[in-house]
């Protein structure tokens, strides 16, 4: 099924959000302005943004280390975001979780988890708490192609399958997990083709096309939502930074300059994305709006998380327990 | 995904020879022997539980008899027939099952952990999946050491479910390690039936996955086990990689020693069945007969298998138990040295 007008609008507009969104905060977490470490979505915003608009915004989803894009994509609002990479009070986790846990629960993000694998087993909870419910919610649960390995998607994927749970397991396939490629790593490179071992649909994506990625995940999210059980969708995608922006891989270059060469000119998400629209009559003037309202919108956010306050040292113990105990006094 | 079906019958074809159907019958005559009168004897009082083999000796057997000596084995809680499936004397398995200093882990085991190393185990392990990594590294080691064994895996249904399964297969397939990944699905994780509990019920298919053959084969067949596992350690061996082979078998007995299972998780006739008609004991009796060895020539085998494990018992009875002094020892390959009030 095609994207209609005002979906494409919004595809474009949430793709660039990612875009900007990642290109400022790099920026300033190479001046400083935002501690631990920054691990970039440029590149994979079709993967992520044409999945997000197959889903309601009631249906739930869990992320990865790589965590901005996540939230942006499923219409996040920016401000709180960039509050969280600079470790505020106002930040989306109140300034506990930094970079890689931007869970904005307003638009249905159960959480992000730096632990590679972690959200596969969370996705399937909220599966099941879906069944048990007697909701028609769905959850998306993202992860990339290192986490594949981990023992936690192979146990899960069994139970999502043996249960119909209503999941979509959505394999970002950036190509290296940090610096190990697929061939180095998988006895079978095709993610999508270990869907088979669960008796489930696997199914492969250019994920640098939002239309074709929204394509396959609405369809996955209909079977789901009739109780037919979960779909793994492998989206062929590209991180065009380092793993982690500044990261210093020590031995000999681990991806040819041409390939990140060919991904930036030629198969750029949101470049081709914008010829396509360019080509079904969107006028250079309605993309260049959205383009200016986006730029303004990052500005927005960061003059926000830099006029916020830092968490207050004796807020310490706050937000650890749902029933806190006694905290001692500092 | 490969499915043998009864066409693979064919001893010659399984390229199991007269004296391998032999051995094959004693050694699950031993199995099968050594597990009941190891029930009886934990009924007795004489030892706390164990998890028998018994039904599942085709599998077990015929997937020893294609290894070499020096070829790895780990193995699983049920771990009795493993050992005696791969040649091992049954005296130190029996003495270890009553915890004596004659055991071949000297006691400090039991019935979980009969890795007899002179037969290649590297390891009997009760935790559930706990193997596969383990046969993993024994292949890594086989690589590095650029030597010409193969390491054997023996897992159950309920494993396969284990994410360690996923890691280490993908691990073996990517570095063409010379594994054999073997599944003893006996259809049951205590009483937890595999249409309960796997998204898809043929384990073999899961080969698919990472990119390895995968193979059902009659684990109540011991040519048909023979021969499948034969072709996955030629295959290991000519560094093609890990092959995983999904036996399917049947347990005689419940899933340990006294359970009481509160649900009927299988059904009377189900059981009766296996029993009645797919013992591969009584399977592999008749093809013998039919391949013209003679009934004396059988019953002598089963006499002396018979005495090995009367044997078995006596030799264990009569051990003594550890000394409580050494019970320190070993822990560690340098060991600490604890000071006298420490020890008992």
Excluded at chain 1, 35 to 40: F, S, T
Excluded at chain 1, 140 to 151: E, I, K, T
């Amino acid at each position: 099924m095609p994207l209609s007008k005002t979906q494409q609008t919004e595809a474009y507009r949430r793709m660039l959000r990612i875009r900007r969104f990642e290109e400022e905060g790099t920026r300033l977490f190479m001046e400083g302005a935002i501690p631990g470490a920054y691990h970039g979505s440029i590149g994979q915003e079709a993967a992520i943004v044409g999945a997000c608009l197959a889903l309601s915004d009631r249906d739930a989803m869990t992320g990865t280390h790589r965590s901005h894009g996540h939230p942006i994509g499923k219409g996040a609002d920016l401000k709180a975001l960039m509050a969280e990479l600079m470790g505020k009070q106002t930040g989306i986790c109140k300034g506990r979780g930094g970079s890689m846990h931007l869970a904005d629960h307003s638009v249905g993000i159960i959480s992000e988890s730096a632990i590679v694998g972690g959200g596969i087993p969370l996705a399937t909870g909220v599966g099941l708490s879906a069944r048990v419910r007697k909701t028609d919610q769905v959850c998306l649960c993202f992860f990339g192609d290192g986490a594949v390995n981990q023992g936690t998607f192979h146990e899960a994927i069994n139970m999502g399958a043996l249960w119909h749970l209503p999941v979509i397991y959505f394999c970002e396939n950036n190509g290296y997990a940090i610096i190990t490629s697929l061939a180095d790593s998988h006895g079978q490179p095709s993610v999508a083709a270990r869907a088979s071992a669960y008796g489930i649909p696997g199914v492969l994506v250019d994920g640098q096309d939002v239309t074709a990625v929204f394509d396959v995940t609405r369809t996955a999210v209909e079977r789901a939502r009739r109780g037919e059980g979960p779909t793994l969708i492998e989206a062929k995608t590209y991180r065009y930074d380092e793993h982690n922006v500044g990261l210093r891989a020590p031995r000999k270059p681990y991806r040819p300059p041409e390939e990140l060469e060919e991904y930036r000119t030629r198969r750029d998400p949101i470049a081709l994305f914008r010829q396509a629209l360019l080509k079904e009559g969107f006028s250079d003037a309605d993309l260049k709006r959205i383009e200016n309202e986006v730029a303004e919108a990052v500005r927005e956010a960061i003059r926000f998380a830099q006029a916020s306050p830092l968490p207050t040292p004796d807020t310490l113990f706050d937000y650890m327990y749902s029933n806190p105990p006694p905290t001692p006094n500092l | 995904m490969r499915q043998l079906d009864a066409s693979n019958n064919d001893p010659q074809k399984n390229g199991l020879t007269r004296e391998l159907a032999l051995t094959g019958y004693r050694r699950m005559l031993r199995i099968r022997w050594f597990e009941e009168e190891a029930m009886r004897r934990a009924t007795a009082g004489e030892f706390s539980g164990m998890h028998s083999s018994s039904g599942q000796e085709a599998a077990i057997v015929g997937a020893c008899l294609a290894l070499r000596d020096d070829d790895y084995i780990t193995g699983t809680h049920r771990s009795h027939g493993h050992p005696i499936g791969k040649g091992a004397d049954l005296k130190p398995l029996m003495a270890e099952l009553y915890g004596k200093s004659t055991g071949i882990c000297k006691g400090r085991g039991g019935s979980m952990h009969l890795a007899d190393r002179r037969v290649g185990i590297i390891g009997e392990s009760a935790i559930v999946g706990g193997g596969i990594p383990l046969a993993t590294g024994a292949g890594l080691s086989i690589q590095v050491r650029g030597t010409d064994q193969v390491s054997l895996c023996f897992f159950g249904d309920g494993a396969a479910n284990q994410g360690t399964f996923g890691e280490s297969l993908n691990l073996a397939a990517i570095w063409k390690l010379p594994v054999i990944f073997f599944c003893e699905n006996n259809l049951y994780a205590i009483s937890t039936s595999v249409a309960r509990s796997h998204g898809q019920p043929d384990i073999a298919r899961r080969a698919a996955g990472f990119n390895m053959p995968g193979v059902i084969v009659d684990g109540q067949d011991l040519g048909q086990v023979h021969g499948v596992t034969a072709e996955a350690v030629q295959r290991a061996r000519s560094g093609e990689g890990p092959t995983l082979i999904e036996a399917k078998t049947y347990r005689f007995e419940e899933h340990c020693h006294n359970l009481q299972v509160p649900i009927a998780y299988r059904g009377a006739e189900e059981l009766e069945h296996y029993k009645s008609q797919r013992d591969p004991l009584q399977l592999h009796r008749a093809l013998l007969l039919k391949d013209a060895v003679t009934e004396i020539a059988i019953a002598s085998i089963e006499q002396e298998v018979a005495a090995e494990v009367a044997e078995a018992v006596r030799f264990a009875r009569e051990s003594p138990l550890p000394d409580p002094q050494d019970v320190y020892e070993y822990l560690f390959s340098q060991p600490i040295h604890y000071p006298p009030e420490a020890v008992p």
